[in-house]
């Protein structure tokens, strides 16, 4: 949720360490097949990826700490 309202350093590398550990947990599980069934890996790796493109059309998408601080300067440039 961070990512998704903060564009900055800190942000990015909390993003970051959160999707090493989905991936981890995904790759635990691709090497311990006999936890989940093919069709629920699938499932998951089908849902890991969607995930992923979500999140970089939403890191496009944020607003920086400069673009804020240029909102409050020139309020104008709000759209209604």
Avoid: C, W
Avoid at 16 to 37: E, G
Avoid at 47 to 70: C, F, H, P, R
């Amino acid at each position: 949720m961070l990512m998704a309202v903060l564009k900055g350093e800190l942000a990015s590398s909390q993003s970051i360490v959160l999707i090493r550990a989905f991936k981890s947990m995904k790759d635990y599980l691709s090497d311990n097949k006999m936890l989940i069934s093919s069709d629920e890996f699938y499932n998951l790796a089908a849902i890991t990826a969607q995930n992923t493109s979500d999140i970089a059309k939403i890191k496009e998408e944020m607003v920086t700490k400069s673009d804020l601080e240029e909102l409050l300067k020139n309020p104008s440039l709000v759209l209604r």
